[in-house]
T-cell receptor, first 113, second 113 residues
Framework: AQSVAQPEDQVNVAEGNPLTVKCTYS??????LFWYVQYPNRGLQFLLK??????LVKGSYGFEAEFNKSQTSFHLKKPSALVSDSALYFC???????????FGSGTKLNVKP | ETGVTQSPTHLIKTRGQQVTLRCSSQ?????VSWYQQALGQGPQFIFQ???????GRGNFPPRFSGLQFPNYSSELNVNALELDDSALYLC????????????FGQGTRLTVV
């Protein structure tokens, strides 16, 4: 069975500091891993994905994520947070034979000036 | 913006009624998936349409049904609405069944009273 866990409902960080949003997954077969961001009253916006290759994936708006197979984790990171990064972040996984996303419950990121 | 448009943006229905939500996929995309996002939760997969055929379904009852048209736009129909159907309904379009990236619309907020 496929599942995603985001252990933190909320992450608070000061502007300019590094941020990490955690994600662990369980999937049969090779994982396809994604991060999406959701702003209030909006749909989901794609940030980045891991399919294969380099474990460090770079995405939109300065975000990156590190795939760790042994820890089954795919944490989202950014070296320097912006107030405008405040939003709801979702980690998702798809099995490699079907484009169905399994989403985590989301982590609300609050970046304070 | 992703190029995926959903209508209407907001809708209020009475319990027992029927509703139709619409999605116009991004140009060149032939696959549409629908998700239900209840308040405070991650999106849950309802079903996917690929080239006008249903191509996978999540744990939703048969009163949730859909269509995909030759231009790859799609409808989600929900019969006999229940209060728990109140949610944000998201449409995602992609190219192919195994595409690794999906583009989401802004969603339709359905409230059942």
């Amino acid at each position: 069975a496929q599942s995603v866990a985001q252990p933190e409902d909320q992450v608070n960080v000061a502007e300019g500091n590094p941020l990490t949003v955690k994600c662990t997954y369980s999937v049969s077969g090779n994982p396809y891993l994604f991060w999406y961001v959701q702003y209030p009253n909006r749909g989901l916006q794609f940030l980045l994905k891991y399919i294969t290759g380099d474990n460090l994936v770079k995405g939109s708006y300065g975000f990156e994520a590190e795939f760790n197979k042994s820890q089954t984790s795919f944490h989202l990171k950014k070296p320097s947070a912006l107030v405008s990064d405040s939003a709801l972040y979702f980690c998702a996984v798809t099995p490699n034979n079907f484009n169905k996303f399994y989403f985590g419950s989301g982590t609300k990121l609050n970046v304070k000036p | 913006e992703t190029g995926v448009t959903q209508s209407p943006t907001h809708l209020i229905k009475t319990r027992g009624q029927q509703v139709t939500l619409r999605c116009s996929s991004q140009s060149g995309h032939n696959t549409v998936s629908w998700y239900q996002q209840a308040l405070g939760q991650g999106p849950q997969f309802i079903f996917q349409y690929y080239r006008e055929e249903e191509n996978g379904r999540g744990n939703f009852p048969p009163r949730f049904s859909g269509l995909q048209f030759p231009n790859y736009s799609s409808e989600l129909n929900v019969n006999a609405l229940e209060l728990d159907d109140s949610a944000l309904y998201l449409c995602a379009s992609s190219w192919g069944q195994r595409n690794t990236e999906a583009f989401f619309g802004q969603g339709t907020r359905l409230t059942v009273v």
